[in-house]
């Protein structure tokens, strides 16, 4: 198994995470480490440009940019600190699938570059390739095994691009400025309405006590409709573990923030197994918005209550930074139709149903969402490890 920086291997997921397609838990342990730390003035753009100053001093330094708010502000911010200390610009990386109009966010891409007047800019074009069992992800699959997230082979294009260099991020804005245990109560206060039933519900399983909570979580998630291959065991396996990691959340905003890096999703995924890939070219792989100092100083900046939406952070942290309409905008791009292509409807038609463990996976039922129109990226590390049993390896 190869090591790397952390002295780890890639993480073997376990048979429920494929399964449900999901890695739930946390690892507070992660809140001692995870980058440059910032005292209690440090503002979070004075933070953002820590995290980022390592990066910007390896060239090439290429930024993951979809155009989305957060690897613009990620962009914005790289540029404005690069000509500020005579450093060569950052440059944006931009995965494009042409004849895909829900990924298409080439009028937001041309309206932040333009402003931040940057001539370099990388586009690498993919049809079938970034599919789920395409050719950029087989070669992983068959190196390291099903990995945490499946669309981690995605990254192997920028990596590349990047080698000898440094490849930068915006991920975890959403889950930084997303909605948390205290926004039905904030929301609550700003309408100083009681007249919705449904608010004040939201709101009172809030505050209630811990056993309350557990049963009110409990109650909703098993009202929602389970993944349709999942057998009757691992789908209350899968509640468990999400009211398990809902009842860890603090109620204060601030504290609820900083337990974002200590996710097991995002330690696995990014600070482990994807820095581990970035090892092997040979890059330097940055997430400034999770690393520590940044994250800290949001929190302070936020308080307890922390801000009423995303729209109303980013414009008061990053509002010097870049037009108001990108910071404000509502819509998103969406990538699931790249991910089952040809090469997995291939794969499906043929498949026996083996491979998958049917103490946790209704075989057919699994069959039937592969096959759909928009199939559940949940199902995505079952579909990679039924082809990898296909060729003779296990998971």
């Not at 980022?52 to 940019?65: D, G, H, Q, S, T």
């Not at 087989?138 to 190196?143: E, I, M």
């Not at 905008?329 to 049917?358: C, I, M, Y």
């Given at each position: 198994m190869?090591?790397?920086?952390s002295g780890?291997?890639?993480?073997?997921?376990?048979?429920?995470?494929?399964?449900?397609?999901?890695?739930?838990?946390?690892?507070?342990?992660?809140?001692?480490?995870?980058?440059?730390?910032?005292?209690?003035?440090?503002?979070?753009v004075?933070?953002?440009?820590?995290?980022?100053?390592?990066a910007?001093?390896?060239p090439?330094?290429?930024?993951?940019?979809?155009?989305?708010?957060?690897?613009?502000?990620?962009?914005?911010?790289?540029?404005?600190?690069?000509?500020?200390?005579?450093?060569?610009?950052?440059?944006?990386?931009?995965?494009?699938?042409?004849?895909?109009?829900?990924?298409d966010?080439?009028?937001?891409?041309?309206?932040?570059?333009?402003?931040?007047?940057?001539?370099?800019?990388?586009?690498?074009?993919?049809?079938a390739?970034?599919?789920?069992?395409?050719?950029?992800?087989?070669?992983?699959?068959?190196r390291?095994?099903?990995?945490?997230?499946?669309?981690?082979?995605g990254?192997?294009?920028?990596l590349?691009?990047?080698?000898?260099?440094?490849?930068?991020?915006?991920?975890?804005?959403?889950?930084?400025?997303?909605?948390?245990r205290?926004?039905p109560?904030?929301?609550?206060?700003?309408?100083?309405?009681?007249?919705?039933?449904?608010?004040?519900?939201?709101?009172?399983?809030?505050?209630?006590?811990?056993?309350?909570r557990?049963?009110?979580?409990?109650?909703?998630?098993?009202?929602?409709?389970?993944?349709?291959?999942?057998?009757?065991?691992?789908?209350?396996?899968?509640?468990?573990?999400?009211?398990?990691?809902?009842?860890?959340?603090?109620?204060?905003?601030?504290?609820a923030v900083?337990?974002?890096?200590?996710?097991?999703?995002?330690?696995?995924?990014?600070?482990?197994?994807?820095?581990?890939?970035?090892d092997?070219?040979?890059?330097?792989?940055?997430?400034?918005?999770?690393?520590?100092?940044f994250?800290?100083?949001?929190?302070?900046?936020?308080?307890?209550?922390?801000?009423?939406t995303?729209?109303d952070a980013?414009?008061?942290?990053?509002?010097?930074?870049?037009?108001?309409?990108?910071?404000?905008?509502?819509?998103?791009?969406l990538?699931n139709?790249?991910?089952?292509?040809?090469?997995?409807?291939?794969?499906?038609?043929?498949?026996?149903?083996?491979?998958?463990?049917?103490?946790?996976?209704?075989?057919?039922?699994?069959?039937?969402?592969?096959?759909?129109?928009?199939?559940?990226a949940?199902s995505?590390?079952?579909?990679?490890?039924?082809?990898?049993?296909?060729n003779?390896?296990?998971?």
């Amino acid at each position: 198994m190869l090591a790397g920086r952390s002295g780890l291997g890639f993480y073997a997921l376990k048979p429920l995470e494929i399964a449900t397609g999901w890695v739930s838990g946390y690892d507070r342990s992660a809140l001692d480490g995870g980058g440059p730390r910032s005292d209690s003035t440090t503002s979070p753009v004075e933070a953002l440009e820590r995290a980022l100053r390592p990066a910007l001093c390896r060239p090439p330094c290429l930024v993951r940019f979809s155009g989305g708010r957060d690897s613009s502000v990620v962009l914005a911010a790289a540029a404005t600190l690069a000509r500020r200390e005579g450093l060569d610009d950052p440059v944006p990386l931009t995965q494009v699938f042409p004849g895909d109009r829900d990924a298409d966010e080439a009028a937001w891409q041309e309206l932040v570059l333009r402003h931040l007047g940057l001539q370099e800019w990388i586009r690498q074009r993919f049809s079938a390739e970034l599919d789920v069992l395409g050719p950029v992800a087989r070669p992983l699959l068959l190196r390291h095994g099903v990995l945490w997230p499946a669309r981690i082979y995605g990254q192997m294009p920028m990596l590349e691009a990047a080698r000898g260099g440094s490849l930068v991020s915006g991920e975890g804005g959403d889950e930084l400025f997303g909605p948390w245990r205290l926004t039905p109560i904030a929301a609550l206060g700003q309408t100083r309405s009681l007249g919705d039933r449904r608010a004040r519900h939201l709101a009172a399983g809030a505050v209630a006590p811990r056993p309350v909570r557990s049963i009110l979580l409990r109650r909703w998630l098993t009202q929602q409709p389970a993944p349709p291959w999942l057998r009757a065991p691992a789908w209350r396996a899968a509640v468990d573990g999400a009211v398990a990691d809902a009842l860890e959340e603090p109620l204060r905003w601030d504290r609820a923030v900083a337990l974002v890096p200590a996710r097991r999703a995002v330690r696995i995924g990014l600070f482990r197994n994807l820095r581990l890939l970035a090892d092997e070219a040979g890059v330097l792989d940055a997430h400034p918005l999770l690393e520590s100092g940044f994250v800290a100083a949001v929190g302070r900046l936020g308080g307890w209550r922390g801000f009423p939406t995303k729209t109303d952070a980013l414009r008061r942290l990053f509002g010097h930074l870049l037009p108001d309409a990108v910071l404000a905008r509502a819509d998103k791009a969406l990538f699931n139709a790249t991910a089952v292509q040809s090469h997995s409807r291939e794969f499906v038609e043929g498949w026996d149903g083996t491979g998958v463990d049917p103490e946790l996976v209704d075989a057919e039922a699994l069959r039937y969402e592969w096959v759909s129109d928009g199939p559940d990226a949940r199902s995505l590390l079952l579909l990679q490890q039924a082809w990898l049993a296909s060729n003779g390896v296990g998971a």
